[in-house]
């Protein structure tokens, strides 16, 4: 089997091959050839972690296997981050295990590609302005992303913790593009791309605050119970996801799905706009992704970033 350590994914990964992959794993679970495995989320009763496994097979692709990890959140005191994951990738004709990936860094960058993926798809004609909500560690990622697919002239900013602003302004300079912090008020009706990546429990964007056209990638709402977005805002747009069961479930849509202000049924695929059975905006105002984040990502990051070892000599092989 192949080994990629965590320390080389940042010399061989790039958002455009992230990009690609993971708008080629969307296509082929929007033609029912790529599935996820029914995801494992445990906490195991001790240093208060979280533990799970997410999995899948992509057909076209050939990627079988899992991502395993999840979150520890004393691990400051090991001088280690906090989410901690590895992704096992095995043979489909054989079953034997291929590679084992580190997954920490690849998490980050299939996460900012599936957003990027819905700009490009999804955003209004003639977008200049790019709107981040949230300053974590995801956001830098987010934006970096977005500038690759989309030729945006201006950043603007807003996070519930204005300290963390410092990271916007940086990525933002790093992008050679301007960055102004404003209001909620401002940023709904001036960004015509709207990334948001926090670790809400309540709405943050309002209906209120979103003026004309606007793509949304709602990407922090992962797990039961987070919210960024007004669930009034959900139901006025077009809304797409990766995966509609984890969409209505633990994505930004569980809370217009729990009020009855939208069905599954008006959730489409992101995939299926790639594919183009699905129109996208069409003559929709707002349009959102919510990005809820599927284990076929990790698995189609990790085959790429294999590859890219194999080529560059830098995948160590060990018999198992
Ligand atoms: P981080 O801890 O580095 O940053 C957290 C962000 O959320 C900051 O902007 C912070 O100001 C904000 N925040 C923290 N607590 C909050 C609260 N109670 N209410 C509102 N905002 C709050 O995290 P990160 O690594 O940048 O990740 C951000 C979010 O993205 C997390 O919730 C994470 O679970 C989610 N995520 C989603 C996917 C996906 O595929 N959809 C993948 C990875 C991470």
Same mark, same amino acid.
């Given at each position: 089997m192949y080994v990629v350590a965590e320390k080389a994914i940042?010399?061989?990964?790039?958002?455009?091959?992230?990009?690609?992959?993971?708008?080629?794993?969307?296509?082929s679970m929007a033609r029912r050839k790529a599935y996820n495995f029914p995801v494992v989320r445990e906490a195991i009763g001790h240093a208060d972690?979280?533990?799970?496994?997410?999995? *899948?097979?992509? *057909?076209?692709?050939?990627?079988?296997?899992?991502?395993?990890?999840?979150?520890w959140p004393h691990n400051q005191e090991h001088g280690l981050i906090n989410h901690q994951s590895t992704v096992f990738l095995f043979?489909?004709?054989? *079953?034997r295990v291929s590679a084992a990936v580190g997954g920490n860094l690849l998490?980050?960058?299939?996460?900012?590609a599936a957003s990027s993926v819905s700009i490009k798809y999804l955003a209004p004609k003639g977008a200049r302005v790019l709107g981040m909500i949230g300053a974590g560690h995801q956001s830098a990622f987010q934006m970096r992303a977005?500038?690759?697919?989309?030729?945006f002239e201006k950043v603007i900013g807003w996070n519930p913790h204005p300290e963390m602003l410092g990271r916007l302004s940086d990525t933002a300079a790093e992008l050679g593009l301007p960055f102004e912090a404003v209001d909620l008020d401002r940023l709904g009706a001036e960004a015509d791309v709207i990334i948001s990546i926090t670790s809400s429990f309540g709405p943050l964007l309002m209906d209120r605050?979103?003026?004309?056209?606007?793509?949304i990638a709602a990407m922090g709402t992962d797990t039961k119970g987070k919210q960024e977005l007004d669930p009034a805002l959900v139901a006025r747009a077009r809304v797409f996801t990766d995966e509609i069961a984890q969409s209505v479930s633990?994505?930004?849509?569980?809370?217009?799905?729990?009020?009855?202000?939208?069905?599954?049924?008006?959730?489409?695929?992101?995939?299926?706009?790639?594919?183009?059975?699905d129109p996208g905006r069409g003559e929709a105002e707002v349009t959102i992704f919510d990005g809820t984040?599927? *284990?076929?990502?990790?698995?189609?990051v990790a085959a790429a970033v294999v590859e890219l070892a194999k080529q560059k000599g830098l995948a160590g092989e060990i018999e198992i």
């Amino acid at each position: 089997m192949y080994v990629v350590a965590e320390k080389a994914i940042a010399g061989l990964m790039t958002p455009e091959a992230a990009f690609d992959a993971i708008e080629a794993v969307f296509a082929s679970m929007a033609r029912r050839k790529a599935y996820n495995f029914p995801v494992v989320r445990e906490a195991i009763g001790h240093a208060d972690a979280l533990y799970g496994f997410k999995g *899948g097979f992509d *057909g076209e692709g050939l990627a079988l296997g899992l991502k395993a990890g999840g979150y520890w959140p004393h691990n400051q005191e090991h001088g280690l981050i906090n989410h901690q994951s590895t992704v096992f990738l095995f043979d489909p004709d054989t *079953g034997r295990v291929s590679a084992a990936v580190g997954g920490n860094l690849l998490t980050a960058l299939r996460t900012a590609a599936a957003s990027s993926v819905s700009i490009k798809y999804l955003a209004p004609k003639g977008a200049r302005v790019l709107g981040m909500i949230g300053a974590g560690h995801q956001s830098a990622f987010q934006m970096r992303a977005a500038a690759k697919v989309h030729p945006f002239e201006k950043v603007i900013g807003w996070n519930p913790h204005p300290e963390m602003l410092g990271r916007l302004s940086d990525t933002a300079a790093e992008l050679g593009l301007p960055f102004e912090a404003v209001d909620l008020d401002r940023l709904g009706a001036e960004a015509d791309v709207i990334i948001s990546i926090t670790s809400s429990f309540g709405p943050l964007l309002m209906d209120r605050h979103v003026k004309g056209p606007t793509h949304i990638a709602a990407m922090g709402t992962d797990t039961k119970g987070k919210q960024e977005l007004d669930p009034a805002l959900v139901a006025r747009a077009r809304v797409f996801t990766d995966e509609i069961a984890q969409s209505v479930s633990i994505g930004e849509c569980q809370h217009a799905i729990a009020q009855g202000l939208i069905t599954q049924a008006a959730i489409g695929e992101l995939g299926a706009v790639v594919t183009g059975e699905d129109p996208g905006r069409g003559e929709a105002e707002v349009t959102i992704f919510d990005g809820t984040g599927v *284990g076929l990502q990790d698995l189609a990051v990790a085959a790429a970033v294999v590859e890219l070892a194999k080529q560059k000599g830098l995948a160590g092989e060990i018999e198992i």
